[in-house]
């Protein structure tokens, strides 16, 4: 039967959709294993740099410093395709959430990535130091701690595993304190032997960013809870 002007069977909306759909999930998965991806080399980096430091191993450093550019190519192309998602296929709802939160994350993960760079950047200038064992054994705790915080952001990423990410954003404050701890010692440090100056304030902004690595963690714990529920979660004390 002949249609009047300006119907269209349900029969023509569901094929045009179908494909527009079947295409959105498939660039979707394309995104998250690209953002998967993406999340490796930026543990690694962070790992090395961390060895790079407590190790004293310059080498290293060279090599986070060397990957640095492919990560951050990475974070525009894998932004780029996150607005071009948005412009082609304007998701909404449970949609709109991913590629949200896939923004947020890659962004974090490029953070995290700059990091590595700055503690990286640090070790070398510090090679050659004597500097005491026990500081650079508490860096290393600093350090695996917030790795520790990365791997299991990663492993919440990977698993849309909301639980995980409300332990992790949890634990987060433990990580904080023994930061603070350090920090304190290494301005102590500073006023007991003001000539290493220069070598105490580079340990102490290696601390800070050691910090800020669980900080992004945290953030992209909060990611996958948005996803998965919806929700905009904040650790307990912070405004939502």
Request: net charge neutral; with cysteine; glycine share 4%.
């Amino acid at each position: 039967m002949a249609l009047r002007d300006g119907e269209v069977a349900a029969t023509e909306i569901e094929t045009a959709r179908t494909p527009a759909g079947r295409h959105f999930q498939r660039d979707m998965e394309t995104l998250w294993a690209d953002v998967l991806r993406q999340a490796t080399l930026v543990e690694e980096a962070l790992r090395t740099s961390v060895e790079s430091l407590c190790h004293v191993r310059p080498d290293l450093a060279a090599a986070v410093r060397g990957g640095e550019p492919a990560i951050n190519a990475n974070q525009v192309r894998i932004e780029r395709e996150c607005l071009k998602m948005l412009a082609l296929h304007q998701p909404v709802a449970t949609d709109l959430r991913r590629v949200a939160a896939l923004l947020r994350i890659n962004n974090e993960l490029e953070r995290m990535a700059d990091l590595a760079e700055h503690i990286a950047k640090r070790s070398q200038k510090l090679a050659g130091k004597v500097l005491p064992i026990g500081l650079l054994e508490r860096l290393e705790e600093l350090g695996n701690q917030a790795l520790a915080q990365v791997r299991d952001s990663l492993d919440a990423l990977a698993m849309s595993d909301a639980t995980l990410s409300r332990n992790l954003i949890e634990a987060d404050a433990a990580l904080d304190r023994r930061g603070r701890k350090l920090l304190k010692d290494l301005k102590l440090a500073i006023r007991e032997e003001p000539e290493r100056v220069t070598a105490w304030l580079r340990l102490i902004n290696t601390a800070r960013n050691l910090e800020r690595i669980g900080d992004h963690a945290t953030n992209i714990a909060e990611a996958v809870i948005y996803v998965s529920e919806g929700d905009i979660y904040r650790r307990a004390g912070l405004p939502t």
